[in-house]
């Protein structure tokens, strides 16, 4: 029972950051710009959300990764025979992502597709 309390307690901590990045796509942006965070990867996993959510909640001991796939958010916990806490990114991030995949070049957006289908 106090693995899933402590499951449902990541997710709702994950819910509340994802929430407080704003409620439009540009909020989002203007708040992860503010943090130093900029979105000029090639890859879903190590966009400036998924590091900002590494950031926060890494330095928590249960968690041992946090990112971004397929526009979930996946959190891997330390203990390797439970599966992933997967929470769905609220929309106005997906918006955030989308429009960074559409303002790269490209070859990164082939890169990026290829990196979150597999």
Not at 36 to 44: E, F, R, V
Not at 62 to 67: E, L, T
Request: charged share 25%; with cysteine; net charge positive.
């Amino acid at each position: 029972m106090r693995l899933l309390l402590e499951r449902a307690a990541l997710r709702e901590h994950a819910a509340s950051l994802l929430e407080e990045l704003g409620g439009t796509a540009s909020e989002v942006a203007a708040t992860l710009c503010s943090m130093g965070l900029h979105d000029g990867t090639s890859s879903a996993s190590h966009s400036a959300v998924a590091r900002y959510l590494h950031a926060i909640m890494g330095s928590d001991n249960r968690v041992k990764r946090a990112h971004v796939r397929n526009n979930w958010l996946v959190i891997t916990t330390t203990r390797r025979w439970r599966p992933g806490i997967w929470l769905r990114l609220p929309r106005p991030v997906r918006e955030f992502m989308a429009s960074a995949d559409a303002s790269s070049p490209p070859e990164d957006r082939r890169a990026r597709r290829a990196t979150t289908q597999g």
